[in-house]
């Protein structure tokens, strides 16, 4: 049995249940998965019902020292590309065993945080592999200069196979419009706030929820409403009752931008169509027409139309939620562990 360690800045994060998804994938598939982190998370924090949803406790906390823990382990593994360069690879090379990392979106894309061309260069020739969740992630990384050979896609991890064995029917009209994110720039809730407002003038019971957004809006008008971040199943029971899923994502100032949102697989899964923006890796996985509909980036205008067309279009909403699963499948957690286990952590 292969001894792996996912060396990771805090576990766990509320946010990024597709670290914990791969984790209880692998050691599904026989792993000996452990978790190694810089920061011990809230003891609060769940990623769904039964075994699986409860996070790891970490073998080792804090850096001092982590380097004689991870000489135990046969291959050491990262996410975030920042944390991958900065962190991982010299405790790698200290603990004298491979190591890969998967690349997302603030790691490689924010300006005050993204690794820089030299830190690239540093660490292209000891990376085993360079994990990356998209063709446009793949191909930024190679123009700064990693090998095209250290690179491969697999996409984020997300718990589906449940969901979608109780996903209910697809929507035949549309009502309700969800939005599921951290309160951030990138997320563009504003974007769809305003074509939510524009897209009303022709479809006057349309409502919209966002969770995520509490506070984005001052005294939000009827049919607004603004939630804060809710645990994994209070969020996957609200899509349940969407009628469609919303990834308004834009680049933010700071150069920042979204990979692709796990909402967006979850939702496919659940046979919820979805709007997304045509950004960075949404379109891996959203296909314009399929299972759901492309806008660019910060249009209100075409937001609200694509809005106004499938509440107008009551069959392509229905078609577009059938069409979920089958795009959604590759983000599968078990689809992903063995992906991983045989392109990025085999001997």
Wanted: one cysteine or more; charged letters at 20%; a positive charge.
């Amino acid at each position: 049995m292969r001894r792996i360690a996912y060396v990771v800045a805090q576990y766990p994060v509320a946010s990024q249940t597709f670290v914990h998804a791969e984790i209880a994938a692998l050691r599904r598939l026989g792993f000996d998965v452990q978790v190694v982190t810089f920061q011990r998370g809230s003891d609060q924090i769940r990623f769904g019902a039964g075994e699986d949803g409860v996070p790891l406790v970490p073998v080792h906390v804090g850096r001092e020292g982590a380097a004689a823990v991870l000489r135990g382990f046969d291959h050491l593994h990262a996410h975030f590309a920042d944390f991958g360069v900065r962190a991982l690879a010299g405790l790698a090379a200290e603990a004298g065993r491979p190591f890969s990392f998967t690349a997302h979106a603030y790691d490689i894309f924010r300006r005050d945080a993204a690794v820089r061309l030299d830190e690239w260069a540093a660490v292209a020739g000891s990376v085993k592999r360079v994990v990356t969740i998209s063709r446009f992630h793949r191909d930024f990384i190679r123009d700064r200069g990693v090998p095209a050979a250290k690179i491969v896609v697999i996409p984020n991890a997300a718990a589906l196979a449940k969901l979608m064995a109780d996903a209910p029917p697809a929507p035949r009209a549309l009502r309700r419009v969800l939005a599921v994110g951290r309160p951030v720039p990138k997320k563009g809730f504003a974007v769809l706030v305003a074509a939510w407002a524009r897209a009303r003038v022709h479809v006057p019971e349309l409502e919209l929820d966002i969770i995520g957004g509490e506070g984005l809006v001052v005294n939000p008008p009827p049919g607004l409403r603004l939630w804060p971040m809710c645990d994994w199943e209070q969020g996957m029971e609200a899509m349940r009752r969407a009628d469609v899923v919303v990834a308004p994502c834009v680049v933010a100032p700071d150069g920042d931008m979204d990979g692709i949102p796990t909402v967006l697989a979850e939702a496919g899964a659940l046979r919820r169509p979805v709007i997304a923006s045509r950004l960075s890796g949404i379109p891996d996985l959203v296909a314009d027409g399929v299972n759901g509909l492309l806008v660019p980036p910060g249009d209100v205008n075409a937001l609200a139309m694509a809005l106004v067309r499938l509440a107008q279009r009551p069959a392509e909403l229905t078609r577009l939620g059938d069409a979920g699963p089958v795009l959604a499948a590759p983000h599968d957690a078990d689809v992903v562990a063995r992906r991983l286990a045989s392109e990025a952590f085999a001997a």
